[in-house]
Each structure stands twice: as C-alpha cells, then as structure tokens.
C-alpha cells in the first residue's frame, strides 16, 4: 500500500483561521466521522490540525510569528496521513472533506516516497 499526506488548505484573517469558535464546535463531529471512516478501515496512520503561528526558514533568515500564506490569505491549516492501494480512493475521500464547505479551502493529496533508513 502506498501512503498518502492530504494537505488542508483553508483561507485565514490576518492573525488566525477564519472559522469562528462556534464554526469549530460545529465542525468536529463531522471531521469526527470523516476521520473515523478512513481510521474503521485500517488506513489512518496520523492526522493532526496545525496550530497558526510558526517560523519560515530559508537559507539566509528565520521569520518567526506568522505562516506562510498562498494568494488569498490561503494556507495549510491541518494534514492526515494514509494509506490506500489506489490514489482514486483518496481522492474520493478527499471529496467529502469538512474543509471544503469554506471558500478558496482545498485538499491536496499527495503520495508519499518510502525514505530508506538503514
């Protein structure tokens, strides 16, 4: 079976995520259940939303405080990590996404390359 990272994209305000505190109660049943299907199945490996604040790291700076941010305020806001034998599966998954209700929101799923540790 190949693994899989599905990269959440949601649109933000300039210090947080866009979705109120109520938005988020509202919300967690139903990231709950979708969650819940993929982990009934045997193919959740890890999931985890991703606090705002964070550093950016080049080659010359550290920018602390702030995500880096897509067009539109856009950025990576939580990831899960699976695994299926067919990218088709994921991507139907990934169509039923809580993120998608909000705008300019996207999944991105990307296969994951086994990285040799010995």
């Known amino acids: 079976m190949t693994e899989y990272l599905l990269l959440f994209r949601n649109a933000s305000a300039p210090n947080g995520y ?19 299907n993929i ?21 010359k700076n550290v920018q602390k405080g ?12 939580g990831f899960l990590i699976c695994k299926s ?14 993120i998608l209700k909000y705008p300019n929101s996207s999944v991105e799923v990307r296969p994951l390359v086994p990285f040799p540790l010995g």
């Open 66 to 77: 702030q995500p880096y941010k897509e067009s539109e305020s856009v950025l990576v806001s």
């Open 18 to 36: 866009l979705p109120s505190t109520q938005d988020t109660a509202d919300d967690m049943p139903k990231w709950q259940s979708w969650i819940g």
């Open 85 to 98: 034998d067919r990218i088709e599966e994921v991507e139907e998954w990934s169509k039923s996404c809580p």
């Open 39 to 59: 982990a009934m199945q045997g193919k959740l490996i890890h999931t985890a939303p991703i606090r705002y604040e964070g550093s950016i790291v080049d080659g």
